[in-house]
């Protein structure tokens, strides 16, 4: 390794799950990062985990993780309620910070989650992967060269077939719910157009359905948006959809782009636009989205190159989830107690 070569992350992972094999453990690899620990409720799954994926070590608890003092970078892919409890003891821990979606449950959570980061001063990131990718970098690219024109609407569509009746996603005591685990998505690229858009979008109006079984928890939620300069919005998400769909359209003054699946652009790298000059397609590539995230993470925190996403961006998307869920009628989602 040459003297100027970043040393590589040292990472350590909360839980075993199944998000992690293409989330962290492929661009960890390929990044040339460590994979130093992982812990997991069952001692036995950890190290299964271990072992198929070649971490150097488990622990017991994930407790016994963060006090690992080799472990400089915790990955959460836990649970969503269990998000914002083990992002404090992680930066309580001194320990820098990649999270999955959302990064808690509920706003005010979040804001401990970022008071936190603050006085670790270590790096916290909410892995919206997405955005690193050069499939939303380019729908940007037209907003701002002025092709598409001005703003108009915008619309972000993010649905999944069913999970089992069973999964953490269904509860509402471990923060489920269509719009926490998808809906985010569109939530959180409308609110990255905010340049574009005269600033911040606000929910006007929000109507869900329930699943069936789990009062509270949201199968399925449809938001209606609207940004300062006047343009408008919608975020649709599904969680017992007939099939996978994960698109974000947008819609300016001279044309429109849209990305047929924004979420997983390594699935379907096309950005389609309509222009008075025609229609074109442009094919942007199928690195993953997680690599290009996990560059940019290891990035900032070996060389302090600022991030499109920080603590105070993830304080926001939780009061836009939060403020959906209310005018949907249904509550925001409870922190979990350890």
């Given at each position: 390794?040459?003297?100027?070569?970043?040393?590589?992350?040292r990472?350590?992972?909360l839980?075993a799950?199944?998000?992690?094999?293409?989330?962290?453990?492929?661009p960890a690899?390929?990044g040339?990062?460590?994979?130093?620990?992982?812990?997991?409720?069952?001692?036995?799954?950890?190290?299964?985990?271990?072992?198929?994926?070649?971490?150097?070590?488990?622990?017991?608890?994930?407790?016994?993780?963060?006090?690992?003092?080799?472990?400089?970078?915790?990955?959460?892919?836990?649970?969503?309620?269990?998000?914002?409890?083990?992002?404090?003891?992680?930066?309580?821990?001194?320990?820098?910070?990649?999270?999955e979606?959302?990064?808690?449950?509920?706003?005010g959570?979040?804001?401990?989650?970022?008071?936190?980061?603050?006085?670790?001063?270590?790096?916290?990131?909410?892995?919206?992967?997405?955005?690193?990718?050069?499939?939303?970098?380019?729908?940007?690219?037209?907003l701002?060269?002025?092709e598409?024109?001005?703003?108009?609407?915008?619309?972000?569509?993010?649905?999944?077939?069913?999970?089992?009746?069973?999964?953490p996603?269904w509860?509402?005591?471990l923060?489920?719910?269509?719009?926490?685990?998808l809906?985010?998505?569109?939530?959180?690229?409308?609110?990255?157009?905010?340049?574009?858009?005269?600033?911040?979008?606000?929910?006007?109006?929000?109507?869900?359905?329930?699943?069936?079984?789990?009062?509270?928890?949201?199968?399925?939620?449809?938001?209606?948006?609207e940004f300062?300069?006047?343009?408008?919005?919608?975020?649709?998400?599904?969680?017992?959809?007939?099939?996978?769909?994960?698109?974000?359209?947008?819609?300016?003054?001279?044309?429109?782009?849209?990305?047929?699946?924004?979420?997983?652009?390594?699935?379907?790298?096309?950005?389609?636009?309509?222009?008075?000059?025609?229609?074109?397609?442009?094919?942007l590539?199928?690195?993953?989205?997680?690599?290009y995230?996990?560059e940019?993470?290891?990035?900032?925190?070996?060389?302090?190159?600022?991030?499109?996403?920080?603590a105070?961006?993830?304080?926001?998307?939780?009061?836009?989830?939060?403020?959906c869920?209310?005018?949907?009628?249904?509550?925001?989602?409870?922190r979990?107690?350890?």
């Amino acid at each position: 390794m040459s003297a100027s070569a970043p040393q590589p992350l040292r990472i350590g992972i909360l839980g075993a799950a199944r998000i992690t094999e293409r989330a962290l453990i492929a661009p960890a690899r390929s990044g040339g990062h460590r994979l130093v620990a992982v812990a997991a409720r069952d001692r036995d799954r950890a190290e299964a985990f271990a072992a198929a994926h070649g971490v150097e070590r488990t622990h017991g608890s994930y407790a016994e993780l963060l006090a690992d003092p080799e472990v400089e970078v915790v990955y959460n892919p836990l649970a969503n309620g269990l998000h914002g409890p083990w992002n404090l003891a992680a930066l309580a821990a001194g320990k820098h910070v990649l999270t999955e979606k959302p990064s808690a449950s509920n706003a005010g959570e979040a804001r401990d989650v970022r008071e936190a980061a603050e006085a670790a001063g270590t790096v916290f990131m909410e892995a919206f992967h997405y955005l690193f990718h050069p499939v939303t970098r380019r729908l940007h690219e037209l907003l701002a060269s002025g092709e598409l024109g001005a703003l108009r609407h915008a619309e972000a569509m993010v649905a999944i077939p069913a999970p089992e009746d069973g999964d953490p996603r269904w509860s509402l005591a471990l923060a489920g719910g269509a719009l926490m685990d998808l809906g985010c998505y569109g939530l959180h690229a409308l609110r990255m157009l905010a340049p574009w858009a005269g600033g911040a979008p606000r929910v006007a109006t929000a109507r869900a359905g329930e699943r069936a079984g789990a009062p509270g928890v949201d199968e399925w939620l449809d938001a209606d948006v609207e940004f300062p300069g006047g343009a408008t919005g919608t975020a649709r998400c599904h969680m017992a959809y007939g099939r996978l769909e994960m698109s974000l359209r947008i819609v300016g003054s001279r044309g429109e782009a849209t990305a047929p699946n924004f979420v997983l652009p390594q699935l379907d790298d096309r950005v389609v636009v309509r222009t008075a000059d025609g229609e074109r397609t442009e094919q942007l590539g199928t690195r993953s989205s997680y690599a290009y995230q996990l560059e940019a993470f290891a990035e900032r925190v070996r060389r302090g190159t600022p991030l499109p996403l920080s603590a105070e961006d993830a304080v926001e998307t939780m009061g836009v989830i939060d403020a959906c869920y209310t005018a949907a009628g249904l509550s925001p989602r409870p922190r979990t107690t350890l």
